[in-house]
């Protein structure tokens, strides 16, 4: 059993969890989260933690940053776009409980005093920034990471603010050199 509670968007997801491992869950119902919901995620998060664990879209993106910034303790999974799409449809219900297990085991927290360790330069003289394949490469480098998928600014400061080290970083660059070999 895991110990913090999982924030997910719906039904379908605590379904999915579930089939991946057992833990408890909150879904917010979507954006529109209701008060009393919003009191359940506070007190999970008071008494036993939460993690975010989102649909990678625009709407899991905002729902995200409206808890983060609620509750900026709060562990962050993201699950990668690729290991959440089936069907055409994008989400935590379409990932395999192998993609979840993954995420859950790549948890991040924001850090209150961030090390600024990446600049810019860093993602473009590493192809993640400004060139034709650098989105594809953000996007499995941040899944290397579990950071989640974000365009080069918001990779940039998840780099920063998620604790990402500089030996991560580059263990992660070699790592997707051989993926794209």
């Known amino acids: ?25 909150i ?19 008071n008494k036993r933690g939460i993690i975010i664990l989102t649909d990678p879209d625009g709407a899991g993106n905002r ?5 983060t910034e609620r509750f900026p303790e709060a562990g962050q999974a993201f699950i990668p776009r690729i290991d959440a799409t089936a069907n055409g449809d994008v989400g935590v ?16 927290h924001h850090e209150f005093n961030p090390a600024f360790e990446f600049t810019e330069r860093d993602l473009m003289t590493n192809g993640l920034s400004g060139g034709s394949m650098a989105s594809a490469r953000r996007d499995k480098m941040a899944g290397l990471l579990g950071i ?23 263990a992660a660059l ?4 051989d993926l794209d070999e």
Do not use: H
């Open 1 to 25: 059993m895991l110990k913090e509670v999982l924030v997910v968007e719906g039904k379908s997801d605590t379904a999915a969890i579930r089939r991946a491992l057992e833990a408890d869950t």
């Open 148 to 170: 989640g998928y974000g365009n080069a600014k918001t990779f940039l400061q998840r780099l920063n603010t998620y604790g990402v080290t500089r030996a991560e970083f580059d």
């Open 63 to 67: 729902i995200r940053r409206f808890l």
């Open 27 to 45: 879904e917010t119902g979507g954006f529109t989260l209701a008060p009393s919901t919003l009191k359940k995620i506070e007190a999970a998060y």
């Open 174 to 177: 070699k790592e997707l050199g």
């Open 93 to 108: 219900e379409q990932a395999s409980p192998a993609a979840i297990l993954a995420a859950l085991g790549k948890v991040r």
